[in-house]
Nanobody, 126 residues
Framework: QVQLVESGGGLVQAGGSLRLSCKASGRTVSTYSMGWFRQAPGREREFVAAITWYRGNPDYAESVKGRFTISKDNAKNTVWLQMNRLQPEDTAIYYC???????????????????WGQGTQVTVSS
């Protein structure tokens, strides 16, 4: 079993920053990519950012480009999401995910990921 544990969520004022962490542990699996998704109340889960594990190619949702940065440390099995200039519309539960299958491009659909964390709440006040 693979476990993904997120941390770093919290309450922040608009314009502020947060850094989310996600550490993978447990059964060794082939990791192709790790990603972040979010789900706001009453809305479907949506892609935020992802990064391929070996080449480090990132991809971002248009809504977060220029504000969020995804990074990783293979040796620590950890991925981070640095979120700057946060806005109230960024409020959501943020989920870390791990994909073990190769894809042509950076995977951005949730069905391309095999393992998920429990989520961490991010709340941005106006």
């Amino acid at each position: 079993q693979v476990q993904l544990v997120e941390s770093g969520g919290g309450l922040v004022q608009a314009g502020g920053s947060l850094r989310l962490s996600c550490k993978a542990s447990g059964r060794t699996v082939s990791t192709y990519s790790m990603g972040w998704f979010r789900q706001a109340p009453g809305r479907e889960r949506e892609f935020v950012a992802a990064i391929t594990w070996y080449r480090g190619n990132p991809d971002y949702a248009e809504s977060v480009k220029g504000r969020f940065t995804i990074s990783k440390d293979n040796a620590k099995n950890t991925v981070w999401l640095q979120m700057n200039r946060l806005q109230p519309e960024d409020t959501a539960i943020y989920y870390c995910s791990l994909g073990s299958s190769w894809t042509v491009a950076v995977p951005t659909r949730d069905d391309q990921y095999d393992y998920w964390g429990q989520g961490t709440q991010v709340t941005v006040s106006s």
